[in-house]
């Protein structure tokens, strides 16, 4: 048996630090390539991807706390677009169920007193009184029409005011035509001497022509709900035949127009 060796002091030790470089030596680059080395405190970490979602995420949410406005100008646009679909489909469900029509205005009937052109100098005033008829048709089957007090009826000729009055006030329910009657007085009326001159010779031809406007103000009733005040104007043009007690319309025509606010 051989007999076992223990190594002396002077023998040679292996090398540790030798060692340790060798196992943490780097390996060597490819040919053709560089190594560029930076110091330690230059180079900088990269975070990872859910460090980048949260700052994300934090951004977005300065965002939000800096700029308000937009949160409050979008909820205020979203509420102006529901109640926009509410209010047309409130309306169009009104108009299903209460199916609302037009009223018809005319004049029916005209009668002239106190106006004798032919005997009055060209420079005396007149006094012209004039019995109206107007007829009102309301063809709805579940709209009344309230008639308010503060209407104004009105005669003219060639655009010269003769005479003015009121319309009685009244209800009138549906499916109803009522017949208004008013008294339209002028008093001490100077009509220009072309105006009046214009007048005399149409009462010689049998065909005067007077514009009557009347307003009003109403408000529609629904079953038990009431409107809010709206006004309702007729503009008629009546062609009567004479200025006398027995005038006879010979040419009607009518419009009306309603102001609702």
Not at 71 to 84: D, G, P, R, V
Not at 146 to 153: E, K, M, R
Not at 217 to 234: E, L
């Amino acid at each position: 048996m051989a007999d076992r060796v223990h190594p002396t002091v002077d023998s040679p030790r292996p090398s540790t630090s030798s060692t340790l470089s060798d196992t943490t030596k780097p390996p060597s680059p490819p040919p053709g390539t560089y190594v560029i080395q930076l110091p330690k405190d230059q180079i900088y970490r990269v975070p990872p991807p859910e460090n980048a979602h949260r700052f994300q995420l934090y951004t977005r949410q300065n965002r939000r706390r800096r700029n308000p406005c937009r949160s409050c100008l979008f909820c205020l646009l979203a509420i102006l677009i529901l109640l926009i679909i509410l209010l047309g489909i409130t309306v169009a469900v009104f108009y299903l169920v209460v199916r609302p029509k037009s009223p018809n205005y005319s004049i029916d009937a005209i009668s002239v007193s106190g106006l004798n052109l032919l005997t009055s100098s060209s420079s005396s005033a007149i006094s012209p009184l004039f019995n109206l008829t107007v007829r009102a048709d309301n063809p709805n089957k579940k709209i009344g029409i309230y008639y308010l007090t503060g209407s104004s009826v009105r005669i003219y000729f060639s655009n010269e005011k003769l005479s003015e009055g009121v319309l009685p006030d009244f209800f009138q329910p549906a499916k109803n035509v009522s017949v208004l009657r008013s008294v339209v007085r002028g008093t001490g009326v100077n009509l220009s001497s072309g105006a009046k001159n214009g007048l005399i010779e149409s009462v010689k031809q049998r065909v005067v022509v007077l514009k009557v406007e009347i307003g009003v103000p109403i408000k529609v009733k629904v079953g038990a709900v009431k409107s809010w005040k709206m006004r309702v104007k007729v503009n008629c043009d009546v062609t009567v035949d004479e200025l006398t007690t027995a005038a006879k319309i010979v040419k009607k025509n009518c419009d009306y127009s309603v102001k609702i606010w």
